[in-house]
């Protein structure tokens, strides 16, 4: 993650797991992310730190991950309360949980849960199709001013370029006016004196 650094502590397992053709007998026990040189996140902020594990547990329907918040001024914020029971109140600093449901009912692997059996997860995809559907109308806008601004260029002439006419034209040469209030407007057919 840009502007962190993560150090991770590995421990030894208790039974080496079997994984892509070979024993594992290490794994990571914590992770811990310190902001580099004046980088921190703010009060009202949020940051999503990325972590990637696997195989996950194919015995449980949850992982309970607990997180320690270290403050620039010292202060330790523990996220660790266990989750809440179904009806009950949230705890002020509940530990980030992660849900699994089963790949397949006859493998029994276990995967985090797609977006569509997250809660919330339908504000996620309205807000996608409402700023996709905002992108194509802008899209459509800046496609017909181009059309419009290259047929305005291929006909040669445009408004602000024409040479300004006169409404009011003088009497054909040869003739004179009888008084001078005689005059023709033009594109009018009728001339008076």
């Known amino acids: 993650m840009p502007g962190w650094t993560a150090n991770l502590t590995t421990t030894t397992l208790p ?3 079997h994984q892509n053709n070979s024993d594992v007998t ?16 703010m009060p009202g902020e949020f940051l999503r730190f990325s972590a990637l594990a696997g195989p996950l547990a194919d015995n449980v329907d949850k992982l309970t991950f607990k997180a320690l918040q270290t403050y620039s001024n010292g202060d330790v914020v523990r996220w660790i309360d266990p989750p ?17 449901v089963s790949e397949d009912k006859g493998n029994g692997a276990a995967r985090p849960a797609t977006t569509a059996e997250t809660p919330g997860a339908d504000l996620h995809c309205t807000a996608r199709w409402l700023g996709g559907g ?3 109308v802008g899209i459509l806008g800046l496609a017909l ?11 040669g002439t445009t408004t602000s370029r024409a040479r300004p006419r006169s409404l009011v034209d003088q009497p054909p040469s040869g ?3 009888t008084t001078a209030s005689s005059w023709c407007l033009r594109q009018v057919p009728l001339c008076w004196t």
């Not at 809440?84 to 699994?100: K, N, R, V």
């Open 26 to 41: 290490t794994a990571v026990q914590t992770v811990t992310w310190t902001a580099d040189a004046g980088n921190q996140i």
């Open 145 to 155: 001013g181009i059309v419009i601004a290259a047929r305005g260029r291929r006909s």
């Open 175 to 177: 003739q004179t006016p």
């Open 84 to 100: 809440a029971a179904d009806g009950a109140p949230e705890p002020e600093h509940p530990a980030p949980t992660l849900t699994l």
């Open 15 to 17: 039974k080496p797991v």
């Open 134 to 136: 905002g992108l194509v």
